[in-house]
């Protein structure tokens, strides 16, 4: 919450109970109803690495794929996204990494992951501001970058234009090795 500069204020009184207030910044640009369909962008049973700290937010965008279409391999930590690569070498069409990781980071996850698959599409995603993210001279400008909360629509059309491999292997209903 404070990346975002957000604030929260707590007053208890014993016997009178707890107010809780979350301040959140105002916002410079006008709110946009979401029109799109989800339904507009799916894929076709593909593997995608999703690589986050954070058990709650691994499986979130998690189900947020399968809605999509596709088959999440879910690590938490760099160094399992490295043996869930290696699991199912071949196979893997994309990776979402978190920026920010205890350990291995993302950019540095994001070039373990480069050397072993070769061409794999990778994507981050942070829960920092433009702004605090562009601070960041270690993460290579070509991956996409998606900026969290996300939603459905934001996360079919970043893999839409992230090139996925589409390697499906010949048993899509099989789960992923190692999940």
């Not at 109803?33 to 709650?56: F, Q, Y």
């Not at 070498?89 to 978190?98: E, K, L, R, Y």
């Not at 090139?163 to 048993?171: G, I, Y």
Request: glycine share 10%; aromatic share 4%; net charge negative.
């Amino acid at each position: 919450m404070t990346n975002a500069g957000a604030a929260i204020e707590v007053d208890s009184e014993l016997g009178k109970g707890t107010t809780f207030r979350i301040y959140w910044p105002a916002s410079s640009t006008p709110a946009r109803l979401d029109s799109s369909k989800p339904s507009d962008v799916h894929g076709s049973g593909e593997l995608v690495l999703v690589v986050d700290d954070t058990g709650s937010v691994r499986a979130l965008v998690g189900r947020l794929l399968e809605r999509l279409g596709y088959r999440p391999v879910l690590a938490g930590s760099a160094e399992e996204a490295l043996v869930q690569c290696e699991d199912n070498i071949g196979t893997m069409a994309a990776a979402i990494i978190d920026l920010f990781m205890p350990g291995a980071n993302g950019p540095v996850c994001a070039r373990k992951l480069a050397e072993r698959c070769p061409g794999l599409p990778i994507l981050f995603m942070t829960g920092l501001s433009d702004h605090e993210a562009g601070l960041l001279s270690d993460v290579d400008s070509a991956y996409p970058l998606l900026e969290k909360p996300f939603g459905l629509r934001q996360l079919g059309q970043a893999l839409s234009q992230a090139n996925l491999k589409r390697c499906v292997p010949d048993a899509v209903s099989a789960p992923p090795k190692n999940e």
